[in-house]
Structures are given as structure tokens and as C-alpha cells.
T-cell receptor
Framework: DQQVKQNSPSLSVQEGRISILNCDYTNSMFDYFLWYKKYPAEGPTFLISISSIKDKNEDGRFTVFLNKSAKHLSLHIVPSQPGDSAVYFCAAEFSGSARQLTFGSGTQLTVLP | GAVVSQHPSWVICKSGTSVKIECRSLDFQATTMFWYRQFPKQSLMLMATSNEGSKATYEQGVEKDKFLINHASLTLSTLTVTSAHPEDSSFYIC?????????FGPGTRLLVL
């Protein structure tokens, strides 16, 4: 049972346009969400995060939106750049004793020049 | 989808003891596995890249003699925290490089008393 889902395995966007990556979760206990970026043959790198007490967090070109009622979060990248081409993972955790990170399956973003 | 397991999920040990964590790819072969460490509310920190049949590649600042990594087969990598101390208490997560993406294990919570 996937608690964190990224339903789009791939996304192509033109350079300069907005990239929107989506993530859905089922466990209402999750209270912290993260996005990771991963290049081939490298480990994921942290991108941006958001706490459940917020609905938006912005860092430069990256903005994460959280809709708790819909159990949905999204990552917006604007403007998109070719260097943004990578696999993006969303992850979720809850502040209980386990503190496990649950990851989505990833979305391959390709930014076309 | 591909599954990566970690064992144990929780471990509590006394200071000075060694702890071994296993990471297994259950339904695919992984020539490359990654070991991460995460502190609460922080991003994953890549500790080392584990390559089957060869020595692990450690990230800067990670003590090789402290965190022993063995990738003896295409489905198993182990991380041994030697002479653990309270500052080693953390959440350790592995991931395995699959054909199309990176698959993460569920993580191991280590508490050193």
C-alpha cells in the first residue's frame, strides 16, 4: 500500500516555463514533506520541504504547496532550466516515535531547451 | 514496484557496541546502493556509495573506520556502526539503484544510550 504516490512517472517542459510536480499521500499522520532531486548514478539531494502547519514554502525558483484537506502537495519550478532535468522524489514523515521517511516513486522531469 | 528492505527498523544499543544494518533489494539486483543519514527535520545526508564487489566511496567528513560498508552481493549491502556513541543516534536509510530509478529502504532508527 503506497502511502506516498507520484502518479506521473515523467514530465516534459519547455525551458523557461513552469514545471509542476505532484504528490499525493494517504496517511493523515504525515506532518512534514520533502522534495528530493536525483541525477543518474547519484544519490538524491534535498530540495525543499514544508511543514503541515504551512501551505506554502518558497526557495528561489522552487515553491512547494501543501493542500492538507486533499492530501496533496506539489512542487513548482519556475522558470525551468535544462539543469533541472532529473528525477524528483517527494517524501513524507510524521513526528511520531518511528519518524520514518516514506518516499514516492519519483517523477522524471525533462526540461527541453 | 521494486522493494528495498532494511533490517532492523529500530535498534537501541549501549555506547561502545557495534551495530550492523542490512539493506536488501528484494526483487532486483543492485550494483549500487547508497547509505544516508538523517537528523530530525533535516534532509538526507549521503554517507557513502556502496558498489558490489568493491570498496565503498565515502562522502567527505564520513569516517570510513566508523561506518563500515560491505556490499557482498547484488542484493545486500550492510552498514556497521562501530563503537557507537550517542552522537551516532540517527535515522539511517539506504537506497538501491534500479534500472529506472532509485528505490529507498524504509530506514533504521538507531538510538545509542
Amino acid at each position: 500500500d503506497q502511502q506516498v504516490k507520484q502518479n506521473s512517472p515523467s514530465l516534459s517542459v519547455q525551458e523557461g516555463r513552469i514545471s509542476i510536480l505532484n504528490c499525493d499521500y494517504t496517511n493523515s499522520m504525515f506532518d512534514y514533506f520533502l522534495w528530493y532531486k536525483k541525477y543518474p548514478a547519484e544519490g538524491p539531494t534535498f530540495l525543499i520541504s514544508i511543514s503541515s502547519i504551512k501551505d506554502k514554502n518558497e526557495d528561489g525558483r522552487f515553491t512547494v504547496f501543501l493542500n492538507k484537506s486533499a492530501k496533496h502537495l506539489s512542487l513548482h519550478i519556475v522558470p525551468s532550466q535544462p539543469g533541472d532535468s532529473a528525477v524528483y522524489f517527494c517524501a513524507a514523515e510524521f513526528s511520531g516515535s518511528a519518524r520514518q521517511l516514506t518516499f514516492g516513486s519519483g517523477t522524471q522531469l525533462t526540461v527541453l531547451p | 514496484g521494486a522493494v528495498v528492505s532494511q533490517h532492523p527498523s529500530w535498534v537501541i544499543c549501549k555506547s561502545g557496541t557495534s551495530v550492523k544494518i542490512e539493506c536488501r533489494s528484494l526483487d532486483f539486483q543492485a550494483t549500487t546502493m547508497f547509505w544516508y543519514r538523517q537528523f530530525p527535520k533535516q534532509s538526507l545526508m549521503l554517507m557513502a556509495t556502496s558498489n558490489e564487489g568493491s570498496k565503498a566511496t565515502y562522502e567527505q567528513g564520513v569516517e570510513k573506520d566508523k561506518f563500515l560498508i560491505n556490499h557482498a552481493s547484488l542484493t545486500l549491502s550492510t552498514l556497521t556502526v562501530t563503537s557507537a556513541h550517542p552522537e551516532d543516534s540517527s535515522f539511517y536509510i539506504c537506497s538501491a539503484e534500479g534500472q529506472e530509478t532509485q528505490y529507498f529502504g524504509p530506514g533504521t532508527r538507531l538510538l545509542v544510550l
